[in-house]
Structures are given as C-alpha cells and as structure tokens.
C-alpha cells in the first residue's frame, strides 16, 4: 500500500466504484450478446421457412413448366404426334399455321375464309 499516496478509505471506495462499474458494463455486454444470440437464432429460422417457401414455389413452377409443355405437345385425332409439331400454346400443327398465313398472304384471304 505504500505506492498509493491517497488514503485508504479513499482507494477502496475508488476501487469498489472501478468494480461496480466493471459488472455494470460486464452485465450490459451479456445482455447485449444473448439479444443478438436470439436475433440470429430467429433469423436463422425466418431464413430456413423462406428457403423451405422458395423450394416448394420451384418446385411447383417446374410442375407448371412440365405441364404446360405437355399441353404444348398435343396429339392429333389419331393421338399420334411423332413428327408432328406443334406451336407453343396452339392446338394446331406449326404446317397448318404456315398454310393459313400463306393463304392470307398470297391470296389474300381473310381469317374468316381461311377458317372455312
């Protein structure tokens, strides 16, 4: 004690208000980490629902895809489509479409005509 030239009562209580202070911030600093602890643990969990949301939206989406290219794909009276194309979104044969636009083009006829 002898390197301390202020009194004794005077360094304990600096002392005791130096560790007062230490827990004070220490009790801060642990309240602090375990609101962030819970913060990434929700986030954590709001990312895992949004992930497990997107599969299943691309998931359907791809279904949708599958499906629309099967429509895409329809057969003929016979139900037979091997060679044979088809437009996308149209029942008819990318052919038939080709005749009617040559129809209109060249002879100039009009939708109704071709139609007939």
Request: with cysteine; hydrophobic share 30%; aromatic share 6%.
């Amino acid at each position: 004690m002898e390197e301390f030239k202020s009194s004794i009562s005077r360094l304990a209580r600096l002392f005791r208000e130096g560790r007062d202070n230490w827990r004070k911030k220490a009790i801060e600093r642990h309240k602090e980490i375990r609101a962030l602890e819970v913060q990434i643990r929700d986030l954590k969990q709001s990312r895992e629902n949004w992930k497990k949301r997107a599969l299943v939206a691309e998931q359907k989406t791809t279904e949708e895809k599958l499906k629309k290219k099967e429509e895409c794909e329809q057969p003929n009276i016979e139900g037979n489509i091997e060679g044979k194309k088809y437009a996308k979104h149209h029942k008819y044969q990318i052919k038939t479409i080709q005749q009617g636009l040559e129809l209109m083009i060249n002879c100039h006829i009009s939708f109704r005509g071709i139609e007939k």
